[in-house]
Nanobody
């Protein structure tokens, strides 16, 4: 199966940057997409960005221009570069992976990493 471990969260001042990392292990060859979601306090979980194995990316409209998702397939790692951070970006950020075998799909989640932005 697949295990996901996130790192890189922390406290940053408004306007600063953070780079989140997520390392996948296990049956990584079965993964066809990875991404990031976030959940702010008392808010619903929302999509941040996704990236396919081939490198195609998709972003939530509010993230375009500030956040960049990328992959290093050799290291089984996905990154989220976050620039110009705002207090409204405060949330727990979760790494996500979708694995597929024939008609069976399964979603995997990391433990989450806290991002805090001071105003």
């Amino acid at each position: 199966q697949v295990q996901l471990v996130e790192s890189g969260g922390g406290l940053v001042q408004a306007g600063g940057s953070l780079r989140l990392s997520c390392v996948a292990s296990g049956r990584t060859f079965s993964i066809n997409a990875m991404g990031w979601y976030r959940q702010a306090p008392e808010k619903q979980r929302e999509l941040v960005a996704t990236i396919s194995t081939g490198g195609s990316t998709n972003y939530a409209d509010s993230m375009k221009g500030r956040f960049t998702i990328s992959r290093d397939n050799a290291k089984n790692t996905v990154y989220l570069q976050m620039n110009s951070l705002k207090p409204e970006d405060i949330a727990v950020y979760y790494c996500y992976a979708r694995a597929r075998a024939i008609s069976i799909t399964r979603d995997y989640w990391g433990q989450g990493t806290q991002v805090t932005v001071s105003s």
